[in-house]
């Protein structure tokens, strides 16, 4: 494998722990979590190169350790005990965002009409 392949291989390697790790189940998903576009998270995989920011950014909960390795670590390692996926913690976000708008609605009531 030449240098340009094992530098792909590696990138390859950690988007997908990524997803791995946030049970993401497409480049999509991924590039959406990541918060960048999906056609700019094709070329960076095409190229070799990791959006390393935004990962260091969103992945704080992840072992880096297991995330940037070149080897195969097996099962996603955390830095905390548990782990949520993004799904989830998006469920969360939301349900969160309900119950304030709830509770602003409530102070509001009869001043609004």
């Not at 530098?7 to 997803?19: A, G, I, T």
Request: aromatic share 4%; proline share 4%.
């Amino acid at each position: 494998m030449n240098t340009d392949n094992k530098k792909s291989h590696h990138v390859n390697m950690v988007l997908d722990r990524v997803k791995q790790y946030y049970n993401l189940k497409t480049d999509a998903k991924l590039a959406e979590f990541l918060d960048i576009q999906p056609n700019t998270l094709a070329m960076q995989r095409s190229r070799g190169t990791l959006p390393l920011n935004q990962i260091l950014q969103k992945c704080r909960n992840v072992n880096m350790n297991w995330l940037l390795s070149k080897e195969d670590m097996g099962k996603p390692l955390h830095t905390q005990d548990q782990s949520v996926s993004y799904d989830a913690a998006e469920s969360l976000r939301n349900e969160e965002l309900q119950r304030k708008i709830a509770e602003l609605e409530r102070k509001l009531g009869p001043e609004r009409n």
